[in-house]
T-cell receptor
Framework: DAGVIQSPRHEVTEMGQEVTLRCKPI?????LFWYRQTMMRGLELLIY????????DSGMPEDRFSAKMPNASFSTLKIQPSEPRDSAVYFC?????????????FGPGTRLLVL | DAKTTQPPSMDCAEGRAANLPCNHS???????VYWYRQIHSQGPQYIIH???NNETNEMASLIITEDRKSSTLILPHATLRDTAVYYC???????????????FGPGTRLSVLP
């Protein structure tokens, strides 16, 4: 299994531009999570989906952020418009339903720099 | 979810056992203890989890005190590649995956020294 796949691995953009981050979870996993990591705030959960349905988006910082999961094998996190304070590493993770403890498997992350 | 307290950093000599402590004095009876680690510039990696019994897998051992208010992650023979930030998390485990959000604290930065 290839694990959780994220793209792009690095993104540099200018303030005001739209940014779309992509995630392909591990096949068969029913839950998908988006996290953001910065030096100041550490690793924060933004949103998570269960069976393609958003369950908890309380971590989404503001309306500029949106996430979708149109099917079981694909999710996007969109920032529009982007701001310099959005610069961070964004991780996607997936978890199989019924796994004891709900172990999560993380992707390699997308490093976003907004100038 | 119960809060955890970990030392900010630890050193360990290569080849020796690394013992990483975690305090979780407010843990509830249905909350599990999880350990993840994050090697520089990579995504967090699951290590082990347990409820009240000690657990062991190919990566590490987890020792949970009888009162469940603290635990220790043991890497029996630390290598340089074990240098990472180690996160101790306690949370309820539900098989339906609702409430699955993990809250990552600052963790312990383990440095394995040659």
């Amino acid at each position: 299994d290839a694990g959780v796949i994220q793209s792009p691995r690095h993104e540099v953009t200018e303030m005001g531009q739209e940014v779309t981050l992509r995630c392909k979870p591990i096949s068969g996993h029913n839950s998908l999570f988006w996290y953001r990591q910065t030096m100041m705030r550490g690793l924060e959960l933004l949103i998570y989906f269960n069976n393609n349905v958003p369950i908890d988006d309380s971590g989404m910082p503001e309306d500029r952020f949106s996430a979708k999961m149109p099917n079981a094998s694909f999710s996007t996190l969109k920032i529009q418009p982007s701001e310099p304070r959005d610069s961070a590493v964004y991780f996607c993770a997936s978890s199989p339903t019924g796994a004891p403890g709900g172990t999560q498997y993380f992707g390699p992350g997308t490093r976003l720099l907004v100038l | 979810d119960a809060k955890t307290t970990q030392p900010p950093s630890m050193d360990c000599a290569e080849g020796r056992a690394a013992n990483l402590p975690c305090n979780h004095s407010t843990i509830s009876g249905n909350e599990y203890v999880y350990w993840y680690r994050q090697i520089h510039s990579q995504g967090p990696q699951y290590i082990i989890h347990g409820l009240k019994n000690n657990e062991t897998n190919e990566m590490a051992s987890l020792i949970i005190t009888e009162d469940r208010k603290s635990s220790t992650l043991i890497l029996p023979h630390a290598t340089l590649r074990d240098t990472a930030v180690y996160y101790c998390i306690v949370r309820v485990a539900r098989r339906d995956n609702y409430g699955q959000n993990f809250v990552f604290g600052p963790g312990t930065r383990l440095s394995v020294l040659p």
